[in-house]
Structures are given as structure tokens and as C-alpha cells.
């Protein structure tokens, strides 16, 4: 059964920090992972990885993945309190359908 | 702006009703959306895979027949919680794979239900 595996499962920082969120995957026909960032509402998408060792980068934001330890990894930074939600990382494998992570919840303290 | 949208954001029924949640996609068409569940602090779970022009296809535990799938076109997808119950309450949302962005998958803005 593919699945996805996050952690920490929640982590607290102060503002300016760096942090580094992990994602491992098990599957059996991987094609894609995908970070989402969710506030109060549904996920906002940030990352999509298909190729191994080439990072992702979006101001602050950064990810990259390793396909043959099967993981990938979140960074953040110089964190803001506007960072703080629930980070998913999702898989899909042979087909469209997501399969999630149990999320990361990032605390940034002012 | 948002590639998917869904309606309503927020509704609240009484036990035994049915309430209707639709998930559009706005700037492409989408011959397969995935409709999700999530309960409080808990990450999303998948439902069913919706797909245009014949029946979803429900992942194991999901009654088909208390949630009910129809994939009317292209850019529309509709969720009904049949005869719903106060278990029934919870975050419910919808996405699409975009082509032109990779098939990219995007998701709705979500939908609150609240049976009462």
C-alpha cells in the first residue's frame, strides 16, 4: 500500500528561523510529490517534484527530492508568522490520486 | 486566483436531509476530480474519484450509496451526502489535475458541512 509518512508532526520556532520539514514515501509506481501549504481553508499549492536532485525554490521557500531514499524535504527561510499553518506532502502514484501525509503544523512565535 | 471552485463554502442541514456540494473547474476541464473528507486536525482523506461520462470509482469504507457522485461535464463535479446524519459533519474537498500546469493538481476552496 503506497504511503506517505511526514514529520515532524508539529514543530514551533520564532520568527526568523529556519526550518526543515521531511516527507518520506513508500510506492510502487511513483510519479509526483507535492507540497501544500493549509491555513484555515483547503491546501494552497507550493511544490510539485518529479526529478531527483533538482530543487524547487519560490522566495523563502524551498524543496527537493531524493527518489532513491525516497523523500523529500521542505525548507523555510527567515520564517514569518504568515508561515504558520499545516504543511501536507502528498504522492501520487500511477494515476492522479493524492495519497497524504499526516501533515506538519508549523507554529511561528513572534 | 482559483483554478477550482466550490459551493457552498459553509452549509448546514437537518438530519435526513440531503445537501448537494458542487466543485467547478474554472480555466480548464477535468475529466477527473477527486472529492476528499477531513476531519479537525487530521489530514485529508480521499472519498471517491469522480470521473466524467461513467461512475466514480469510491475508495474502500465510502457508501456509494450515501455519497453520491456525478461527474455532469466537463468542468463540473457534484457531491450529495444522502440522508445525512450528524457524523456526516466535516470538511469536504474537491480537486483537479490542471493539464496546462503539469497536471498540476489544485484543489477547491472546500466546503463546511454541519448536520444538525
Known amino acids: 500500500e503506497d504511503k506517505v509518512v511526514q514529520s515532524p508532526l508539529s514543530l514551533v520556532v520564532h520568527e526568523g528561523d529556519t526550518v526543515t520539514l521531511n516527507c518520506s514515501y513508500e510506492?510502487?509506481?511513483?510519479?509526483?510529490l507535492l507540497w501544500y501549504k493549509q491555513e484555515k481553508k483547503a491546501p494552497t499549492f507550493l511544490f510539485m517534484l518529479?526529478?531527483?536532485?533538482i530543487e524547487k525554490k519560490s522566495g523563502r521557500l524551498s524543496s527537493i527530492l531524493d527518489k532513491k531514499e525516497l523523500f523529500s524535504i521542505l525548507n523555510i527561510t527567515a520564517t514569518q508568522t504568515g508561515d504558520s499553518a499545516v504543511y501536507l506532502c502528498?504522492?501520487?502514484?500511477?494515476?492522479?490520486?493524492?495519497?497524504f501525509g499526516t501533515g506538519t503544523r508549523l507554529t511561528i512565535i513572534p | 486566483g482559483a483554478v477550482v471552485s466550490q459551493h457552498p463554502s459553509r452549509v448546514i442541514c437537518k438530519s435526513g436531509t440531503s445537501v448537494k456540494i458542487e466543485c467547478r473547474s474554472l480555466?480548464?476541464?477535468?475529466?477527473?476530480m477527486f472529492w476528499y473528507r477531513q476531519f479537525p486536525k487530521q489530514s485529508l482523506m480521499l472519498m471517491a474519484t469522480?470521473?466524467?461520462?461513467?461512475?466514480?470509482?469510491?475508495e474502500q469504507g465510502v457508501e456509494k450509496d450515501k455519497f453520491l457522485i456525478n461527474h455532469a461535464s466537463l468542468t463540473l463535479s457534484t457531491l450529495t451526502v444522502t440522508s445525512a446524519h450528524p457524523e456526516d459533519s466535516s470538511f469536504y474537498i474537491c480537486?483537479?489535475?490542471?493539464?496546462?500546469?503539469?497536471?498540476?493538481?489544485?484543489f477547491g476552496e472546500g466546503s463546511w458541512l454541519t448536520v444538525v
Open positions: 510506492v510502487t509506481n511513483f510519479r509526483s
Open positions: 469522480s470521473n466524467e461520462g461513467s461512475k466514480a470509482t469510491y
Open positions: 480537486s483537479a489535475p490542471r493539464p496546462s500546469s503539469g497536471n498540476t493538481i489544485y
Open positions: 480555466d480548464f476541464q477535468a475529466t477527473t
Open positions: 502528498a504522492g501520487t502514484f500511477g494515476n492522479e490520486k493524492l495519497t
Open positions: 518529479t526529478s531527483s536532485g
